[in-house]
């Protein structure tokens, strides 16, 4: 099993920026790709950036040159520098674990930008 924990988020205006951190534990040897999605009110949660095991990354059109993905396997935490930001990032932003056959959620962590 992987335990998945966010934080990091907040309150911020607009053009401000956020790091948000998921730390992982347990059976985390199994995990290929970590990545960060969110989910607004009233939408479907979509992707944001994933990371692999061997630090290749994927952005979401809508963050690209915003947003950075990165990890630090010493700490078996995943991180998003989210900057520039825009009220339409607002949402709860969930970290992602997968592994061939398995799939881990954390809790979220919310982020509201205010214009």
């Known amino acids: 099993q992987v335990q998945l924990v966010e934080s990091g988020g907040g309150l911020v205006q607009a053009g401000g920026s956020l790091r948000l951190s998921c730390a992982a534990s347990?059976?985390?040897?199994?995990?290929?790709?970590m990545g960060w999605y969110r989910q607004a009110p009233g939408k479907q949660r979509e992707l944001v950036a994933t990371?692999?095991?061997?630090?290749?990354?994927n952005y979401a059109d809508s963050v690209k040159g915003r947003f950075t993905i990165s990890r630090d396997n010493a700490k078996n935490t995943v991180y998003l520098q989210v900057n520039s930001l825009k009220p339409e990032d607002t949402a709860v932003y969930y970290c992602?674990?997968?592994?061939?056959?398995?799939?881990?959620w954390g809790q979220g962590t919310p982020v509201t930008v205010s214009s």
């Open positions: 992602r674990g997968t592994s061939i056959g398995d799939d881990y």
């Open positions: 347990g059976s985390i040897f199994s995990i290929n790709t």
């Open positions: 990371i692999t095991s061997g630090g290749s990354t």
